[in-house]
């Protein structure tokens, strides 16, 4: 089996390869979260885990672990809150103590190096506090153990935001459920994507302020905070080419 993805291999061949640290783990991690209504709930777990194949595969000495699928609580100025069905989040400890624990287990397993890819903006510093204590306990017991943590859209460089988006950027808090994602996930999943079903609304404005509990009327009734309308799967996999390229250069 030559799969990059360690839970399509089996457990001797897994052993060969991550003995004495010779792979990079590479972790994707996501939100199940709704994304408008014409996209699926799940394009914040499979962007990372489809970008963290193809730097894979790209680099010969990279594993990719199963996502972990359920992230930090929507917000409403970056993914719309949690006032939508389907939106299944956990909280920021839950979060931290997984991400920990599933470093720490493959590190039982010998792995020294892990990046992890991250695909949903709100998980962002609790797996900065997971990273930060899993180094600190191999550090204690004698382990050097490095994570790299990274969000695939910090590699986006402005002139591809140039070319996906030539009448203007609106910024990227608003793009949730917008052009961004429904791009990629229409060159990688077109199949969950309905685009007759897309809504085209200008981008959402929010004060300079949050409130708990939160106010569902500062949110637009689909769901996405600008509008995914002008999303092609052209745009897809400019983006998608540039990330996988950097990712894969700066970490092989």
């Given at each position: 089996m030559n799969s990059v993805k360690i839970a399509e291999m089996d457990w001797v061949s897994y052993r060969d390869r991550v003995k004495h640290?010779?792979?990079?783990?590479?972790?994707?991690?996501?939100?199940?979260?709704?994304?408008?209504?014409?996209?699926?709930?799940?394009?914040?777990?499979?962007?990372?885990?489809?970008?963290?194949?193809?730097?894979?595969?790209?680099?010969?000495?990279?594993?990719?672990?199963?996502?972990?699928?359920?992230?930090?609580?929507?917000?409403?100025?970056?993914?719309?809150?949690?006032?939508?069905?389907?939106?299944?989040?956990?909280?920021?400890?839950?979060?931290?103590?997984?991400?920990?624990?599933?470093?720490?287990?493959?590190?039982?397993?010998?792995?020294?190096?892990?990046?992890?890819i991250n695909g949903h903006y709100e998980n962002s510093m609790f797996l900065v506090e997971a990273a930060d204590r899993a180094v600190k306990h191999a550090r204690l017991a004698g382990i050097e153990l490095k994570v790299v943590l990274l969000s695939y859209w910090d590699f986006i460089s402005e002139a591809t935001v140039g070319k996906v988006f030539p009448e203007g950027f609106s910024g990227w808090a608003v793009e949730h459920g917008g052009v961004l994602?429904?791009?990629?996930?229409?060159?990688?999943?077109?199949?969950?994507?309905?685009?007759?079903?897309?809504?085209?609304?200008?981008?959402?404005?929010?004060?300079?302020?949050?409130?708990?509990?939160?106010?569902?009327?500062?949110?637009?009734?689909?769901?996405?905070?600008?509008?995914?309308?002008?999303?092609?799967?052209e745009k897809g996999e400019w983006i998608l080419d540039e990330c996988i390229e950097k990712i894969a250069k700066t970490f092989s």
């Amino acid at each position: 089996m030559n799969s990059v993805k360690i839970a399509e291999m089996d457990w001797v061949s897994y052993r060969d390869r991550v003995k004495h640290g010779r792979c990079k783990i590479v972790m994707p991690v996501g939100a199940i979260e709704q994304h408008g209504p014409h996209m699926s709930l799940n394009p914040d777990v499979l962007i990372p885990e489809h970008i963290a194949c193809r730097v894979a595969e790209r680099s010969g000495n990279m594993l990719v672990a199963p996502p972990i699928a359920y992230g930090y609580k929507s917000q409403v100025k970056s993914g719309g809150g949690n006032f939508f069905p389907g939106t299944t989040c956990v909280s920021g400890r839950s979060l931290e103590e997984y991400a920990y624990d599933v470093i720490l287990a493959f590190m039982e397993h010998g792995n020294r190096e892990f990046i992890v890819i991250n695909g949903h903006y709100e998980n962002s510093m609790f797996l900065v506090e997971a990273a930060d204590r899993a180094v600190k306990h191999a550090r204690l017991a004698g382990i050097e153990l490095k994570v790299v943590l990274l969000s695939y859209w910090d590699f986006i460089s402005e002139a591809t935001v140039g070319k996906v988006f030539p009448e203007g950027f609106s910024g990227w808090a608003v793009e949730h459920g917008g052009v961004l994602e429904t791009s990629i996930m229409l060159k990688i999943h077109p199949e969950l994507v309905d685009m007759s079903r897309a809504v085209d609304i200008p981008p959402a404005e929010f004060p300079p302020y949050d409130v708990f509990p939160p106010d569902p009327s500062w949110v637009p009734e689909s769901g996405t905070l600008s509008s995914p309308s002008k999303a092609t799967a052209e745009k897809g996999e400019w983006i998608l080419d540039e990330c996988i390229e950097k990712i894969a250069k700066t970490f092989s």
